[in-house]
């Protein structure tokens, strides 16, 4: 796959996310994108190539900080190979920014094994994230897209607290 398609199934993808997201989800999308990028493997594998391995500490350094399109871009496609798949879908959207959690594999391949390629989105696929019932805050037919960081965020202040909790109960011991 050439850099020019590559970056065509990418701006193609963002047009899929956004229209099945707005079809799902009661939230203004935001045409202002960045993305934070999650490796379906945190560790160097027997079966990923030196090139592959060499990257999983670059990839790990990155998970969750927000990137542009040109970085991804330059992470993702790489003398003519890309992920075998990347799974995408809307972490958290305002009026803002829209934020892309984009889990990817660390096999990097030529466009013979690449994923999605029959979607004309490939090595991307949009997906939207449907809340667990105790999660679903729902307006019509239609839920919160934000819930996943909505939960993160409770699970970080409960996380907080516990720590203080028990920094506390040491004290006092």
Not at 65 to 70: A, E, K, P
Not at 85 to 108: A, G, I, R
Not at 115 to 127: I, M, N, S, V
């Amino acid at each position: 796959m050439d850099r020019e398609t590559f970056i065509e199934h990418f701006k193609l993808l963002l047009v899929h996310l956004k229209d099945w997201t707005n079809e799902n989800c009661f939230n203004e999308i935001s045409d202002n994108y960045r993305f934070v990028i999650e490796p379906c493997e945190s560790r160097e594998r027997d079966y990923f190539t030196e090139r592959e391995n060499s990257l999983i500490e670059t990839w790990n350094n990155l998970k969750n900080i927000q990137l542009s399109f040109d970085t991804v871009v330059a992470l993702f496609y790489r003398d003519n190979t890309t992920p075998k798949w990347v799974d995408c879908t809307v972490y958290y959207s305002s009026n803002q920014v829209t934020v892309v959690h984009m889990l990817f594999s660390c096999e990097f391949r030529d466009e013979s094994e690449i994923y999605y390629l029959d979607r004309g989105t490939g090595p991307f696929k949009a997906q939207v994230a449907i809340p667990p019932g105790n999660r679903k805050i729902v307006k019509g037919n239609k839920f919160d897209v934000n819930w996943r960081k909505h939960w993160d965020d409770e699970k970080a202040t409960n996380d907080f607290i516990s720590k203080l909790k028990r920094f506390i109960s040491k004290k006092i011991i």
